[in-house]
């Protein structure tokens, strides 16, 4: 197979073949044993360059126009609302700016989803602010420098988890915890825009609601008139045009026209509060020097807001592949935000993520490919460098008019009901994350963690008391729950069971207790049937107290038989023996129930049904009960 590669990639394979640079190089780029080295080339190029494979459909007929369309109408949002953002996490407005010209680019390039619009977002703006304003003062230039570090902190973070495909981390922010997250971000986001929607300023508390509080108290008896007049008009425009032209852009529509009327009446020289002067030009890599001391404060922050900003980053990109019919590779696209996120800090922007905003008016405007995020970029761009002069006069009260309208619809309370609904716990953990979030502003990722440790603990907690069902035959054949039908009458000599849950040790003494408990309950059982259909794994633990329940029950005169397995319970019975000292297959364990009741029938004696014959567990005797119960009519023998 070498001999098929050039020369130095023969030579490369010839020295390694097996070795710890080829094993290394299939753990990372997520390939079998199977693959040659030809097809591990491959798909390294799929890896670190996905954007190729889109290049055949940039060919197509149409598609070039439609992705440049689009990428002209998302960078119409993202130019105001980035400068939004930017001032939500406590930056310059330009910071937004320089964080939606590359990070787009560069999301597409390497990310796999081709829809997805990476940028400046609200939450991750929020927990920016909330990460850095500990260390330094908002606007500061240690604040400044410390958010740059946090973007190339998050996206070297995201980075590694997407190269060693670690994305499953991310599944252990249940939706319940995100939920709950979500609604107290959009509600302090909401609220930390008051100040400015008044024209006033506090001095900022220890407690975010603290320093609701003392805004509300000062916007009573001082609140600046004019700027108040421009909050209104700004939400006013906003709302009217989502209402009544939703295709228009709604943001740059509200933005032209309060900029042009604050030039006009000179609401700078009336004490209202403006963008004012942004630098012209495009960024230049800019990093700042590292202190080990904060990085050190930040490394939390920063893996808070990397698997914050994936997860909504994928759940945006799986929704639009659901309708585009794409297939999305998470691990790939933790590599594409996590180089947008090092790019953004390397030229003086701060951390991005995806946008369901202005993902939805890219693939509403046709986008195809990733073509439309570089058109986007490249807009931002062509702003950078010609037309920050007509955003001086931009008042900052519009802008945060722009982050209340955006926030408002990530407040949602049928998520926190349906959740409730489906499982109670899952309600209490988004509760109780919502409860935290707010509470302890601005230090927001304490309230994420625990909801996540309480929906951890939780899920364990009902595992260790899984649902244990004794069955008995239903008259279509089936076995049901004598809980849910206790007219069905149960064997005496018999006991069947399911265990619907994995058994490991956190429920393996359950387990125990319980079929003890079921051999107390029935002191003439001869066999107890285990229907471990429910039974994903069986780790040691599980297997030592099966084992031991067997052993230790066959002394009384009572044997266990498991049916109903599955391969990988079955393949950890035999690696460690348990198998054979249980019994061995087709003695102990058989792939389906009636085998295992055929096996218990032809070992009971038991006058009361004729040794099995009119046993309760056979199909024909279910029928016979439930006919007689009036249940179902037996259909007449033909003679």
Known sequence: MSDSLPHPMRLLYDMDYNGILFATTRQIVGVNQSMNFSEVLIRMREMFLPFMAQIQDLKKPGVLKLDIMAGITVALVLVPQS??????????????????????MIAAIFGSSRQLATGPVAVVSLLTAASLEPLAASGSEGFL??????????????????????????????????????????IIIGTSQLSKLFGVSVEKQAHHYETVYNI???????????????????????????????????????????????????????????????????????????????????????????????????????????????????NQELVGQGISNVVSGMFGGYAVSGSFSRSAVNIDAGAVTGLSSVVTGIVVGITLLFLTPLLYHLPQAT?????????????????????????????????????????????????????????????????MRPRIAVLSRFHDGTFRDTTVHPELEKCGKIVMFRFDMSLYYANAGYFETQVLAMVADNPNAEYLILDAAGINTIDA???????????RLEKIGVTIIVAHMKKQFMDSLRKTGTLEKMGGDNMRFFSRITFALAQAWTEIKCEQCDNGKNCPMRTSVAKQQAAERGEIELEPKQS
Request: with cysteine.
């Open 83 to 104: 400068m939004a953002y930017a001032q939500l996490a406590g930056l310059p407005p330009y910071y937004g700016l320089y964080a939606s010209f590359l990070p787009p």
């Open 145 to 186: 420098a410390y958010a740059i570090i946090l973007a190339m902190m998050i996206g070297a973070f995201q980075i590694f988890l997407g190269v060693f495909r670690l994305g499953v981390l991310v599944d252990f922010l249940s939706h319940p915890v995100v939920v709950g997250f979500t609604n107290a971000g959009a």
């Open 216 to 330: 509300l108290i000062e916007a009573a008896q001082n609140t600046h008139l004019l700027t108040l007049a421009f909050s209104i008009l700004s939400i006013g425009l906003l709302w009217a045009s989502k209402k009544y032209f939703p295709k228009l852009p709604g943001v740059l529509i509200a933005v032209m026209v309060c900029t042009v009327l604050s030039w006009g009446i000179g609401f700078e020289t009336k004490g209202g509060a403006i963008v004012g002067a942004i630098p012209a030009g495009l960024p230049g890599i800019n990093i700042p020097t590292f202190d080990w001391e904060v990085v050190k404060q930040l490394i939390s922050a920063a893996i808070v807001i990397s698997l914050i900003g994936f997860m909504e980053a994928i759940s945006i990109a799986k929704a639009m592949a659901a309708r585009t019919r794409q297939r999305i590779d998470a």
């Open 399 to 463: 802008l945060a008019s722009v982050i209340i309208m955006a926030v408002i619809n990530l407040i949602k309370i049928e998520p926190i009901k349906h959740a409730w609904k489906a499982e109670k716990h899952d309600g209490i953990v988004a509760v109780v994350t919502f409860v935290l979030t707010l509470v302890m502003a601005p230090h927001l990722e304490q309230g994420i963690v625990i909801g996540v440790i309480l929906a951890m603990g939780l899920f364990i907690y009902r595992t």
């Open 541 to 551: 633990t599980g297997e030592e107290v099966l084992l031991h329940l067997s052993e």
